[in-house]
């Protein structure tokens, strides 16, 4: 390695203790963007922290701005020299709610250290990758051969669109040549990656009604229809009985994934899944992770177990989600997914299907100076070739900016891995990651500018 950048990773193992700091402020703040759950202003004040820090990390005019949905965007810039590229570095301050807290082995809005990672809420998804910008930025100084656009968002998890909307109406305030999209990460610790394709979403509430009200199932049971019965054989159709494969009339359920593979054992192991329960789908993992449809019933409305009485339900309701790959249109998706529950209501049930939200899919072009000056940087801090990865989730915005900005190149990267369980109790980040994707990035802003110019 170059003697500029053995400096540079100096620089940068001297900045961690500094990030663990950070990191342990930012998670310290509950800035989960709903406000049935935690005060607005848990989310106004880890805004003003982004912004105060990056201010003082060198980006000019940092400032909050409201989106349309009420939560605010941390935006700054720092002008490109004469004839340099610039790049957009996106992350989000706002986080998941901890779930159960008792299921965190250590308090999810605490800094905690253990076995060599860092756990608590959002210290992967995404105030890591906060702090692996800052990171970079402070590494690098003034010496930063490329225009920089920063933006962070405010209600990424809770799915409501407010910086979708602001990009729409203000797109001259994120035009970029590169945007690096970090709020994904690294195949395994220790695997440079970039994710280049990602599924998009559509979520519906289906409601079944079959009486006008509950009725005592001594004296009605047998010819009055359950309407949670109705709904669970329903939601049976969207499943191969047999592979338990997703199989929704007018969806191609057999795509395959051409980048790397996804190991079954790991899988199991990063997914937690029990021994002896068998993994569903068929062929291989990547291929049922990310290039074919997966549904998922996330929710149901019926009768609790504790306090239920000997009655036929009359009514229930279930939020189901579809999980569509790249070549999926997401609103046929929708269309496909909401025919197949109405066509499968037994018994003359009443059906309605209500559409929550939809998210198209992504796939990157990846053969540009963007990647190129990428994959040197990762080869150069990981030991080894970049490898490219699908991503069963969805980020809205990347559709988004590509449609704005359809010349610009869109890099999905950062510090989570399966180990992080994002969204789940006892998330963590692995403090290596963020040591070495700030080197990864530091090293691709020095590049970029060179690469972009050939």
């Not at 199989?247 to 395959?256: H, M, N, Q, W």
């Not at 149901?300 to 000997?310: E, L, N, R, T």
Request: with cysteine; glycine share 10%.
């Amino acid at each position: 390695m170059p003697a500029p950048d053995l400096e540079l990773v100096a620089r940068i193992a001297e900045l961690m203790p500094r990030a663990m700091a950070d990191l342990s402020e930012l998670v310290a703040i509950p800035s989960v963007a709903d406000p049935r759950q935690y005060p607005p202003e848990e989310c106004r004040k880890a805004a003003q922290w982004v912004a105060d820090a990056f201010s003082e990390a060198g980006l000019r005019d940092v400032h909050l701005a409201e989106t349309p949905d009420g939560s605010h965007a941390v935006i700054g810039h720092r002008p490109a020299p004469p004839g340099a590229p610039t790049v957009l570095l996106y992350c989000h301050y706002d986080v998941q709610p901890p779930l159960d807290d008792a299921a965190w082995t250590t308090p999810p809005f605490t800094l905690t250290e253990r076995e060599g990672r860092w756990y608590g809420r959002g210290t992967a998804d995404c105030k890591g990758n906060i702090v692996m910008h800052l990171t970079a930025l402070r590494a690098l100084g003034d010496d930063i051969p490329v225009g920089i656009k920063f933006v962070a968002e405010g209600s990424q998890e809770q799915g409501t669109g407010g910086l979708e909307a602001y990009v729409t109406r203000h797109p001259e305030l994120f035009l970029a040549h590169a945007l690096l999209i970090c709020d994904t990460g690294n195949a395994a610790v220790g695997t440079g990656t970039a994710t280049t394709s990602l599924r998009g979403l559509t979520t519906v509430l289906v409601s079944v009604d079959t009486l006008a009200g509950e009725v005592h199932s001594g004296m009605f049971g047998g010819p009055a229809p359950d309407a949670l019965a109705a709904l669970v054989q329903m939601l049976s159709t969207l499943r191969d009985p047999k592979t338990g494969a997703t199989r929704i009339d007018g969806l191609d359920g057999e795509g395959t994934w051409a980048g790397a593979g996804y190991d079954e054992k790991q899988f199991r192991k990063d997914a937690g899944v029990l021994d002896g329960v068998r993994l569903t789908g068929t062929d291989s993992v990547a291929d049922r992770l990310w290039a074919r449809p997966a549904v998922t019933v996330l929710g149901i409305d019926c009768p609790p177990v504790v306090g239920s009485s000997a009655s036929i339900p009359a009514s229930a309701r279930a939020r189901v989600s579809l999980r569509v790959p790249p070549g999926t249109n997401a609103d046929a998706a929708r269309k496909a997914l909401t025919a197949h529950l109405v066509a499968a209501a037994p018994w003359g049930a009443r059906v309605s299907v209500e559409a929550e939200s939809t998210g198209a899919p992504f796939r990157a072009a990846t053969d540009g100076p963007a990647y190129a000056a990428l994959g040197r940087a990762m080869a150069d801090v990981y030991g080894k070739p970049m490898e490219f990865l699908g991503r069963g989730g969805s980020i809205p915005l990347c559709n988004i900016l590509a449609q704005a900005y359809p010349r610009a190149e869109i890099v999905l990267m950062g510090v989570e891995e399966p180990q992080s369980l994002i969204h789940a109790p006892n998330e963590s980040v692995d403090p290596s990651e963020i040591e070495h994707m700030a080197q990864v990035e530091a090293l691709f802003l020095r590049a970029y500018g060179t690469e972009a110019r050939r």
